[in-house]
């Protein structure tokens, strides 16, 4: 058996006297343990490892651990023995000058923990905090998943700072999950699109009936192109949608680990970079993906905010709770489309790219070019459109980039530039 090490009580006043970022102590327990007793206060100045030898190395934490360096956590446990039903330990992860990680072969189940100053990076998968997280930092997911049990509306004290889960199903979703139990109440989930030093996209969440006694949201938010690719983990369509139409952002609200789903309520906020220039922001509505029929349907229940740029889904129920969301607007109001993908594979079917108009242009130009820029193909009839050969012989498969420029019935000209896949 390791022997554990009693930390005795050091003066915060000398402690902040004490320049952060400036030594580079560092701390590794192999086996045994550490006691951080109560009004405690242990500070590293650099990295604090946990390793396994004869036995776990452990902390019991009842005071402070003030960290400036990565916390890794290399044991076959969670670090933190001694977790009371109300947690008194804090990690505090203050460092200003230097990014912070999470980090090691098993998730950290901490009690409580503080994020302020510089970028805070999740590297363990699962790590879970059972009292409060104080954040006055960015947090980044980076595709992870982080898990508060605390099942208050106040567990989660946002300062400042955001955090940051704007990976995408291919590379891999950052999330946060919230275990809110039978809780009624409002959650809020400050996520940040990293476009600015602000929450700017926060989730704002609402159980209005209490759902079954274990159970907990899984939150995450991420964009997409103008094609709303890549789809969430299960989804390969937008239809009957249009993707021209559709916010370029998904949300992911999982309330799948209930037995029996929570009534719900919540508010999905989008930057503007999101909105493509042609969709009409006061004909927005929310839309889900039915996993029963594996489409795409609209949610009859909201409230628009366009100016606020926010959706207010409302009285969402266990039936209809599905978990991946998006935006759409009525198609009607959109006067020129473009598809994003063609086959000319000679089976009569979606075999040339041109875009869909409800109008007859005064003029029009259409040009596609390759990856190297090279013009393979130019038309001035909007009825004629480009069947993916280019010299006579089958263009490549791949992704090609258009131009049009047309003169709309009322005399304005428009441009528009984007891209068409070819798939056989």
Request: charged share 20%.
């Given at each position: 058996m390791g022997k554990?090490?009693?930390?005795?009580?050091?003066?915060?006043?000398?402690?902040l006297t004490i320049p952060?970022?400036?030594l580079?102590?560092?701390?590794v327990?192999?086996?045994?343990g550490?006691?951080?007793?109560?009004?405690?206060?242990?500070?590293?100045?650099?990295?604090?490892?946990?390793?396994?030898?004869l036995?776990?190395?452990?902390?019991?934490?009842?005071?402070?651990?003030?960290?400036?360096g990565?916390i890794?956590?290399?044991?076959q446990?969670?670090?933190?023995?001694?977790q009371?039903?109300v947690p008194d330990?804090?990690?505090?992860?203050?460092?200003?000058a230097?990014?912070?990680?999470?980090?090691?072969?098993?998730?950290?189940a901490?009690?409580?923990i503080s994020?302020?100053?510089s970028d805070?990076?999740?590297?363990?998968?699962?790590?879970?905090?059972?009292g409060?997280?104080?954040?006055?930092a960015?947090?980044q997911l980076?595709?992870?998943?982080?898990?508060?049990?605390?099942k208050s509306?106040?567990?989660l004290?946002?300062?400042?700072?955001?955090?940051f889960?704007?990976?995408?199903?291919v590379?891999?979703?950052?999330?946060?999950?919230?275990?809110i139990?039978?809780?009624?109440g409002?959650f809020r989930?400050?996520f940040?699109s990293?476009?600015s030093?602000t929450?700017?996209?926060?989730?704002?969440?609402?159980?209005?009936?209490?759902g079954?006694?274990?159970g907990?949201?899984v939150?995450?938010t991420?964009?997409?192109?103008n094609?709303?690719?890549?789809y969430p983990?299960?989804?390969?369509?937008?239809?009957?949608?249009?993707?021209?139409?559709?916010?370029n952002?998904?949300?992911?609200i999982?309330?799948?680990?209930y037995a029996?789903?929570?009534?719900s309520s919540?508010?999905?906020?989008y930057?503007?970079?999101?909105?493509?220039?042609?969709i009409a922001?006061?004909?927005?509505?929310?839309?889900k993906y039915r996993?029963?029929?594996?489409?795409?349907?609209e949610y009859?229940i909201?409230?628009?905010?366009?100016?606020?740029n926010?959706?207010s889904v409302?009285?969402?129920n266990?039936i209809s709770?599905d978990?991946?969301?998006?935006i759409?607007?009525?198609?009607e109001l959109?006067?020129v489309?473009?598809?994003?993908?063609?086959?000319?594979?000679l089976?009569?079917?979606?075999?040339?790219?041109?875009?869909v108009m409800?109008f007859?242009?005064?003029?029009?130009?259409?040009y596609?070019?390759?990856?190297w820029?090279?013009?393979?193909?130019?038309t001035?009839?909007?009825?004629?459109?480009?069947d993916?050969?280019?010299l006579?012989a089958?263009s490549?498969i791949?992704?090609?980039?258009?131009?049009?420029?047309l003169?709309?019935?009322?005399g304005?000209?428009?441009?528009?530039?984007?891209h068409?896949?070819?798939?056989?």
């Amino acid at each position: 058996m390791g022997k554990y090490i009693k930390i005795l009580v050091v003066f915060l006043c000398a402690v902040l006297t004490i320049p952060l970022n400036l030594l580079s102590q560092s701390v590794v327990i192999k086996g045994g343990g550490v006691v951080v007793q109560p009004a405690t206060f242990w500070v590293i100045q650099g990295d604090l490892t946990v390793k396994d030898e004869l036995s776990d190395g452990k902390i019991s934490l009842d005071g402070t651990v003030l960290l400036s360096g990565d916390i890794t956590n290399d044991t076959q446990d969670s670090i933190f023995k001694n977790q009371e039903t109300v947690p008194d330990g804090w990690v505090i992860m203050p460092n200003t000058a230097a990014v912070q990680r999470i980090k090691g072969i098993t998730p950290i189940a901490f009690e409580n923990i503080s994020f302020s100053g510089s970028d805070k990076i999740l590297e363990n998968n699962n790590t879970s905090v059972n009292g409060i997280i104080r954040l006055n930092a960015i947090f980044q997911l980076n595709r992870r998943k982080l898990i508060l049990n605390n099942k208050s509306c106040s567990a989660l004290e946002h300062y400042g700072g955001y955090l940051f889960a704007e990976t995408n199903s291919v590379e891999g979703i950052g999330s946060f999950q919230w275990n809110i139990s039978n809780n009624i109440g409002t959650f809020r989930i400050p996520f940040g699109s990293g476009q600015s030093d602000t929450s700017d996209i926060p989730l704002s969440y609402q159980s209005t009936s209490a759902g079954s006694n274990a159970g907990g949201i899984v939150f995450s938010t991420y964009p997409t192109d103008n094609a709303n690719t890549p789809y969430p983990e299960e989804v390969n369509t937008m239809a009957p949608y249009i993707p021209l139409l559709t916010v370029n952002r998904f949300w992911l609200i999982d309330a799948n680990s209930y037995a029996q789903k929570p009534v719900s309520s919540f508010i999905l906020r989008y930057t503007n970079s999101d909105v493509e220039s042609n969709i009409a922001k006061d004909r927005l509505k929310p839309t889900k993906y039915r996993m029963s029929d594996m489409q795409w349907s609209e949610y009859s229940i909201f409230d628009n905010n366009d100016l606020n740029n926010s959706m207010s889904v409302l009285n969402v129920n266990g039936i209809s709770f599905d978990k991946n969301w998006t935006i759409t607007s009525d198609n009607e109001l959109v006067d020129v489309f473009f598809p994003n993908a063609f086959t000319p594979d000679l089976n009569g079917i979606n075999e040339t790219f041109k875009p869909v108009m409800n109008f007859l242009p005064k003029t029009f130009v259409m040009y596609i070019y390759d990856r190297w820029g090279n013009l393979v193909f130019v038309t001035k009839n909007p009825e004629t459109g480009w069947d993916g050969r280019y010299l006579g012989a089958e263009s490549q498969i791949g992704t090609y980039s258009w131009k049009v420029i047309l003169e709309k019935p009322d005399g304005k000209e428009y441009q528009y530039v984007g891209h068409i896949s070819i798939i056989k």
